[in-house]
């Protein structure tokens, strides 16, 4: 027999084999049953997902009826974790059960994942250093999902805190993602009440006292106009000597993150005030000489 023959032999003899393993009633029983098991796997994953979120939102409004209370904040961070990790958590199952209904060995792939995650764990420290800073951030509340705050150079709003990366929103709109590891200090404007703080200066000429009581009398009414104002503001008197001016200091307890725009709105009803009170709020000045024939000299004020 010649080699040709002898490979179309091999060839049919193979041909042969496959047409009978498919011709196999029970072979196609198998495969029937195993795309059943994915479809409900798939099903049940799926409802399981969406009954597990609307259970963990549903326990957190209960707690806020409670007795023990924890911030919005702190809740609307923890809820989106917990629904991270039942996310990923069912997802894993998920997978395993298909690759055990397709008649893989899953036991033996973990193994081996082990082995290989060991290994891959030496070069991969600073993803674990990632996760680990980032669970200690969610546990000590360090700062949450709205907080403002300000990490290295980058300062704005938390949009998202995952296991591994933050997200920070600027104020001109950028999103800035930052390793959970590298988070070394973080400020954070958004736990306790903020404090404006304005110098309001007025002319060396000007009646101090008298400017005082205007003032005094503006802030008593401060409360009444403005809600985001925790208390009345405070003036606390002659703050220095500038150049052309008396400077005197108010100090305004604020909600969170509103001093801000109390500062600019303050500002602006204390100059309106000062401008009805004939308070003169003092300007720069300069002086300038001409030099003329004989000697004499004007002088011209600014």
């Known amino acids: 027999m010649s080699k040709t023959e002898e490979s179309l032999t091999k060839t049919q003899a193979f041909l042969n084999k496959m047409s009978q393993k498919l011709m196999d009633e029970n072979l196609w029983f198998a495969i029937g049953e195993s795309v059943l098991k994915i479809i409900a796997i798939l099903i049940i994953t799926g409802l399981f997902i969406r009954v597990g979120k609307i259970a963990i939102r549903n326990f957190f409004k209960v707690r806020t009826r409670g007795p023990l209370r924890i911030t919005e904040r702190r809740e609307a961070t923890l809820m989106k974790l917990l629904e991270n990790v039942l996310t990923y958590v069912v997802y894993f199952i998920a997978i395993m059960s298909i690759l055990a209904a397709m008649a893989i060995d899953v036991k033996a792939m973990l193994a081996g994942a082990g082995i290989v995650g060991l290994a891959v764990g030496f070069g991969a420290q600073s993803l674990v250093k990632d996760i680990i800073t980032g669970f200690f951030i969610i546990f000590e509340d360090q700062f949450s999902v709205g907080d403002y705050v300000r990490i290295g150079q980058f300062e704005g709003t938390v949009e998202e805190i995952g296991l591994r990366t933050t997200k920070i929103k600027s104020f001109t709109g950028e ?35 008298y400017a005082e009581k205007v003032l005094q009398e503006y802030m ?29 200091r108010i100090v305004a307890e604020t909600l969170p993150m509103k001093h801000w725009y109390m500062g600019r709105q303050l500002r602006k009803d204390i100059k309106l005030l000062l401008d009805q009170h004939g308070i003169e709020i003092p300007f720069p000045r300069m002086v300038m000489y001409s030099r003329q024939e004989g000697g004499e000299q004007k002088e011209f004020g600014k």
């Open 175 to 209: 999103i800035n993602i930052l390793p959970n590891g590298s988070i070394v200090e973080v400020t954070n404007f958004s736990l306790y009440n903020s404090v404006a703080v304005l110098d309001i200066g007025i002319a060396y000429e000007g009646d101090i006292e």
């Open 220 to 248: 008593e009414t401060t409360t009444e106009k403005y809600p985001e104002l925790v208390k009345t503001p405070e003036l606390l008197g002659v703050q220095q000597f500038g150049a052309s001016e008396v400077v005197l």
